[in-house]
């Protein structure tokens, strides 16, 4: 397949160009920024940029992954979200189901952050009595900031677009993988690598298992037809570990992996004491036939291998 990756040069883009061309794919990555990766140096939001790239390069299928995103809400005005997330959506999909347009399916990479209220966000700190189960459906979706809105109305383009053009498209609600520290950390007691080696039971995954997961998607698309997906590591944990990840987090992880007390208490780590969410990636694996490779088990084999031994 011809796939146009948006947002090539980036942290996910980076990571996936090299894994469709490894799965024989021809791929043309734009993005604003220049990188190895990237062909075409440009924005989704431009639509004549948009048109020629699919056209001249008879593309079949589009994987856009191109976002503002979380820490530009720091540096970027409201209107250039809209901007790139909803009219480079739009461009997109426009251009891919246009006249003489050889393209028949769209991934879109959009986010776990716009299933966050600003209410579930606030119980974080409240007297919560249980961790919230979140699976695809979860309702209502409330997104808290300019991200999490600007990237659903972006999914409901790509539903309509399925809905009025037939394009097949998958949503990949994509957990967190970046690699710098939390917007919390000032919070968090934990240090960077021990917060997401926690955070892999239950709202994390590698870089390597975000790419894959396009990798998956835009080769099942066609016959998945529409479908939104949590993309997470596996947890461990079942809805019914709910109260106690709130009451005592440690004991439950325990339960689960004995040995990761002994292992995280020789690299100095802890366990956060309550743990208010899951993400459920079940769905991902049932009907995608995707699940992530890398997850708390394996880290802590990692662990075990680098601080030497048997635990
Ligand atoms: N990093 C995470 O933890 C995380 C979590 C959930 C979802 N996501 C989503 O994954 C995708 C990739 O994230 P990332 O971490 O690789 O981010 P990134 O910032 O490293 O990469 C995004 C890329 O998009 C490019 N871009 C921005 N505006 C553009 C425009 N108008 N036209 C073309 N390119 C443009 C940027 O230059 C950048 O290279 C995004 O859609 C993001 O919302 C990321």
Redesign the pocket.
């Known amino acids: 397949m011809r796939i146009l990756v948006?947002?090539?040069?980036?942290?996910?883009?980076?990571t996936l160009v090299p894994r469709l061309q490894n799965a024989s794919h021809d791929v043309i990555g734009?993005?604003?920024?220049p990188?190895p990766t990237t062909q075409i140096v440009?924005?989704?939001?431009?639509r004549a940029l948009v048109r020629s790239t699919i056209r001249d390069f008879q593309v079949n299928a589009v994987i856009?992954?191109?976002?503002?995103?979380?820490?530009?809400i720091e540096t970027h005005e409201t209107s250039a979200f809209v901007?790139?997330?909803v009219q480079?959506t739009l461009s997109l999909l426009e251009e891919s189901v246009s006249q003489g347009s050889k393209v028949d399916r769209f991934v879109f990479?959009?986010?776990?952050?716009l299933m966050i209220s600003r209410e579930i966000r606030a119980a974080r700190s409240r007297n919560v009595t249980e961790a919230l189960w979140i699976d695809e459906e979860m309702t209502p979706l409330l997104p808290r900031n300019i991200?999490g809105v600007t990237?659903f109305a972006a999914e409901h383009l790509c539903r309509l677009f399925h809905q009025t053009h037939g394009l097949p498209v998958l949503i990949l609600?994509?957990?967190?993988?970046?690699p710098e520290e939390d917007d919390m950390a000032h919070e968090i007691s934990q240090s960077g690598p021990n917060t997401k080696a926690n955070e892999l039971l239950f709202r994390r995954l590698s870089?390597e298992d975000?790419a894959e997961s396009h990798v998956v998607a835009i080769s099942k698309a066609a016959e998945l037809g529409f479908d939104t997906f949590i993309i997470s590591a596996k947890t461990p944990f079942h809805r019914g570990d709910c109260r106690q990840l709130i009451a005592d987090a440690p004991a439950v992880v325990e339960r689960y992996f004995p040995n990761y007390r002994g292992l995280y208490a020789r690299v100095g780590w802890t366990m956060f004491q309550r743990i208010d969410r899951v993400y459920d990636s079940g769905k991902a694996s049932r009907i995608l036939g995707f699940e992530c490779r890398y997850g708390f088990k394996e880290m802590l084999e990692e662990l075990a291998a680098k601080s030497g031994g048997r635990d």
């Open positions: 948006t947002g090539s040069s980036g942290w996910l883009g980076q734009m993005d604003l920024l990188a440009g924005s989704v939001a431009d856009h992954s191109a976002a503002l995103h979380k820490p530009n901007s790139t997330n480079g990479t959009s986010t776990t952050s991200y990237k609600r994509t957990a967190r993988f970046f870089v975000a």
